[in-house]
């Protein structure tokens, strides 16, 4: 596992946009990220709540804010309220898992609505190597540039995306036998 640029995390509020591969992101953020300011995960209900232990988990050292369709307001309120309490909001603003290493999916504005309705920075983040989980994968999470809101949403959301797709962190297939292949499906 390699973490990169990890100084350029804000000590205060700020919202964490990263690329999607796989379920084990969040909590890979998790374990290698600092543990302040306490990071929060904008999670669909039903991938979040469809096992115990992920619920457990991510309401131990983390927190989670369910996103459920037609609940914007309810979902920008929690944001905010996250933080308004120091907290660090992480979003994944393709809106879903990608489909391959290396390739950032269109964005959804809402990163952008969030950075600039409570005018907070918003870091970039790649990830790498959790598309596919086996053993002695090398995994690498990359913090990029920071991108202050201003007040042109296409702006900010041109910046976010710049910014993420230079985080991105090269990926090479190492090829060879996948071990566990029920592994990744058995987790989701």
């Not at 990890?6 to 909590?27: K, Q, T």
């Not at 991510?58 to 929690?78: C, D, K, T, W, Y």
Request: aromatic residues 8%; contains cysteine.
């Amino acid at each position: 596992m390699n973490l990169e640029g990890e100084e350029g995390l804000p000590a205060g509020p700020h919202l964490l946009a990263c690329n999607h591969l796989s379920w084990v992101d969040p909590f890979l953020l998790l374990a290698w990220l600092p543990a302040s300011p306490r990071l929060h995960f904008l999670g669909r209900r039903s991938a979040v709540y469809n096992r115990r232990w992920k619920r457990w988990v991510l309401m131990f050292v983390g927190g989670v804010i369910p996103v459920e369709s037609g609940q914007l307001r309810h979902l920008s309120e929690a944001v905010a309220g996250v933080l308004q309490r120091g907290g660090a909001v992480a979003i994944f603003p393709e809106g879903g898992v990608g489909p391959m290493e290396g390739v950032l999916q269109p964005l959804h504005s809402g990163v952008g609505h969030f950075g600039g309705d409570n005018g907070v920075p918003i870091v970039a983040a790649g990830l790498a190597g959790t598309h596919e989980l086996w053993r002695s994968k090398p995994i690498t999470i990359r913090i990029g540039a920071t991108v202050q809101p201003s007040r042109s949403l296409a702006g900010d959301m041109a910046a976010i995306e710049a910014a993420m797709r230079a985080a991105l962190p090269p990926y090479h297939d190492p090829g060879g036998v996948r071990p566990w292949p029920w592994l990744t499906t058995l987790l989701r």
